[in-house]
């Protein structure tokens, strides 16, 4: 196998798989998820929205000097999105002005999280970094062993992350201090944990040379192995997990559904086709939403493991597919983004960026935010679009 760069945008759905999430104004507490990669800490794909009712328009877009290939998030009505050319940015949701802008030592490929007005993100250069969310100085910084392209998790004051150089970490997210790191064995790429019921659940690339790969469920108390499943291909996008069940792409691309007890294989799919799915699922009401690489969005029954449809639009899906409202939203890697009515099956509307994509959507307070990557009109190497109604 030859391991190919998952910061190609090319490449970016079934290697990066990364989504946002959102909390649009109502403050981070005890009851309410902080605002994360996936929406939640099970990683399932489902946000609050609402997205736009009508046929949404641009109304606005914010230049990068790189690609934007990550996922941003929202708390109190401020976006904060990562980019290749090395700085966080704080940006106004409804307007797009620029709060202010965070210079890491390389560019960032980690979708923030955000709790007690701090926002969370890996970088390029191996850090985890903690960044005041209101005036985007640096409160406290992690270092790892290379570039850390996992989103982090928050759960109950800790963080819980990847990085490329094989540790799944646990810091305490009050001051970047280091709880417990799990040697496994192999890489993880930009497979972000899921943590639910005390176990964190995330992918590996095991073996270069056989090109397989494994899902590891991870005690977050003691920090020890509980079960690990092996897969044919590696595992790069982020498992989701919903009453039981853990869901998650292979590189190979076979959807498993594993029992969150003991690892055991409750189903699989794979495309007939032998396209195989590229994506991270979003799970919501008995249903796995993932798409495939040849430009089909499928849904499957999460307890049977039955196909209910797929419906297919000409173009590969360049996203995970995020879910509000019984919507399903996702982007082609050309720059279209869609909305489609999960219940009838018909897309609602669709949007040209005209560029390339690379980050998945993000829904909140009536509009739809995207990263892209270059313009196919224009001398522009990255934006964030945000689109909403006339």
Known sequence: MTLQSPRCLSCQASLCALVLTLAWTAPTSASTPAPMFRGNPGRTGELVGPGPTGTPV????????????????????????????????????????????????????????????????????????????????????????????????????????????????????????????????????????????????????????????????????????????????????????????????????TLHALDTANGSERWQDRPAEGSGFGSSPAVSGGTVYVSDRAGNLVAIDAATGQRRWRVRYGATLGTSPILSDGIAYLATENGTMLAVDTATRAVRWDFETHAETGSSPVVAGGMVFLGTGPSYRENAAGFVYAIGDR
């Open 58 to 253: 641009l109304k606005w877009r914010f230049r990068t000097e790189e690609a934007v290939v990550v996922s941003p998030a929202i708390a109190g009505g401020v976006l904060y999105a990562g980019s290749g050319d090395h700085h966080l940015y704080a940006l106004d949701a409804r307007s797009g002005r620029e709060r202010w802008r965070f210079l890491a030592g390389a560019g960032f490929y980690s979708s923030p999280a955000i709790a007690d007005g701090t926002v969370y993100a890996g970088g390029n250069d191996g850090v985890l970094y903690a960044v005041d969310a209101a005036t985007g100085g640096e409160r406290w910084r992690f270092v790892t062993g290379a570039p850390v392209w996992s989103s982090p998790v928050v759960v109950d004051g800790r963080l819980y992350f990847g990085s490329i150089d094989g540790g799944l970490y646990a810091v305490d997210a009050a001051n970047g201090r280091l709880v417990w790191r799990y040697a496994t064995d192999g890489t993880i790429w930009s497979s972000s944990p899921a943590v639910v019921a005390g176990v964190a659940y995330v992918g590996v690339f095991a073996e270069r040379a056989s090109g397989h790969g494994f899902l590891t469920a991870v005690d977050t108390t003691t920090g020890t192995e509980r079960w690990r499943f092996q897969t044919d291909g590696a595992i790069y996008n982020s498992p989701a997990v919903a009453n039981g069940t853990v869901c998650v792409a292979s590189n190979d691309g």
